[in-house]
């Protein structure tokens, strides 16, 4: 089964993912991250000037995703592990080939809680810089999230508030997949109900 987690930038896909796999009724989970899959060489994905005119990666631009290099290895899990999770902010487009089972989740936040998120982790836990961060997210990101993660929230399978306790979540994303069953194939040809593998 392919339990992906989609939404934006700070909003708690990789903590769900993981109290997902502590709590799952399903066996062993293998969990792949989003931000792993990024293009590193500068022919492949998208790339933009910064304010001193370095060239660097658009991540908030789904070309920027080595898409093809994340769907080999959710299949490559996918046939190791009962249960697969892929978080980030575009993993709702994961397309793997194996048939499988599949719930797909946007997890929502509010955009300030979102940036207060992400200055908290990057810049008071990592140190990076405070102006750095709100002029790329005032000049970029806000319009990219709207542009290119917002749309993916309307296909997701169930929609969750990031702002309540993540073990709760949890519980409330394995109920939700319990009460979705019986699970159908991906080799459907379309999809008959929330569970169908698509495109």
Known sequence: MLVTLTG??????????????????????????????????????????DETGVPRLDVGDPRSLDLARLAHDTDAALAGSPVVIVDGLFARHVNPLAACARFDVFVDLPADLRLVRKIQ????????PLDVLL??????????HERHVEPLRGDCDLVVDGNRPVDDLAQ????????????????????????????
């Open 121 to 128: 982790r990057k810049c008071l836990r990592d140190g990076f």
């Open 135 to 144: 002029l790329n997210y005032l000049n970029h990101r806000r319009a990219a």
């Open 8 to 49: 934006g930038a700070g909003a708690g896909k990789t903590t769900l993912a993981t109290a997902l796999a502590a709590t799952t009724p399903r066996g062993p989970v293998r969990v792949l991250h989003g931000d792993d899959y990024y293009f590193r060489a500068p022919e492949q994905g998208v790339w933009a000037p």
């Open 172 to 199: 409330h994303v394995w109920s939700a997949i319990a009460a979705n069953e019986p699970i159908h194939n991906s080799q459907s040809s379309g999809k008959t109900n929330s569970w169908v593998c698509r495109p």
